[in-house]
């Protein structure tokens, strides 16, 4: 997993991509098909007006995807939404799992 960093990439996956709604996430994903999944994250002013407190979501999101090991060649912008900042980690795993097996971004011993 490599993070997704230029803005014209962001741009590409919120035109193209397809959208995943959970509780807790929202994915936007656009299918590559080659090298490594990229992923980026929008955590806006609208969850929080603390950056402390938007780049700790930040970080958890992206040791949930960490430890998901997604499929290889997709774009993900993972878009945080407000019951991300109150649910524990084990339930923001749970739900954020949910949400990228509905994706198709999980492997096959990993979709239940």
Known sequence: MEPLRRRAD??????????????TVSL??????EGPTR???AVGKRLDK??????RVRRRLREVLRRLKLREGYDVVVIARRSAL?????AL???VAAVCGR????????VE
């Open 86 to 90: 109150s649910d524990g980690s084990v």
């Open 50 to 55: 603390r950056a402390v407190i938007r780049n």
């Open 10 to 23: 962001f741009e590409q996956v919120f035109l193209s991509g397809t959208f995943v709604r959970g509780r």
């Open 103 to 110: 994706a198709g971004l999980l492997p096959e011993e990993h």
């Open 93 to 95: 795993g749970m739900d």
């Open 28 to 33: 936007r994903i656009l299918e590559r098909g």
């Open 39 to 41: 992923v980026g994250f």
